[in-house]
């Protein structure tokens, strides 16, 4: 299988002077400790399935000041517990939460510049995630949905995952 290591900034998208670039970055799934997590990390590094990653947003201001990405995603609350695990497998609906933190720089591998925003970014994001629902049933409403949504809210664009997962596809 190939892999796909697209860089950071994509060519085609240059955002306007005073923007916020918008990206959506991949990690693999959380699990608990030993065998379960095991799997899930030989599952992203073989790029076996698209399915099996946790995706986030980030921001930057277009500046691109290292120390200022802002990352948002959604994910159970507790997603190493086997219990989250089980539910996730059986479609019932765990606790979810919805994170915002801060990291250096933005990820050098499975980072994919999909947009910018003009609007107040903060603004935009705490009114999105005050109206998220934080019940997480895997598959219909997780990380992809919350992905989504915000890029939609944040750039206009709709189901940018579907657009990351084909040119993932053409490239492997």
């Known amino acids: 299988m190939g ?3 697209l860089p950071v900034t994509n ?3 240059k955002p306007p002077l005073g923007a916020n670039n ?3 970055a991949a990690v693999p799934l959380r699990a608990a400790s030993g065998p379960p997590q095991l799997v899930m990390s030989a599952a992203y590094s073989l790029y076996l399935s698209w399915d099996l990653q946790h995706f986030m947003v980030l921001t930057t201001p277009s500046a691109k000041l290292p120390s200022q990405v ?3 995603d959604f994910q159970p609350q507790d997603p190493e517990s086997i219990s989250a695990a089980l539910a996730a497998v059986s479609g019932r609906k765990i606790p979810g939460v919805v994170q915002t933190r801060k990291m250096k720089k933005l990820p050098k591998t499975r980072c994919w510049m999909v947009g910018s925003c003009n609007l107040d970014v ?3 994001i705490h009114k999105f995630n005050s109206n998220w629902d934080t019940d997480l049933i ?3 409403h997780d990380c992809r949905h919350y992905t989504n949504g915000l890029v939609e809210c944040l ?3 709709k189901y940018v995952l579907d657009r990351l997962k084909i040119s993932q596809n053409s490239i492997s």
């Open 22 to 24: 918008v990206y959506v």
């Open 122 to 124: 903060a603004d935009t």
């Open 155 to 157: 750039t206009g664009e």
């Open 3 to 5: 892999g796909l290591n």
């Open 70 to 72: 802002s990352v948002f």
């Open 138 to 140: 895997v598959g219909q």
């Open 11 to 13: 060519p085609i998208i």
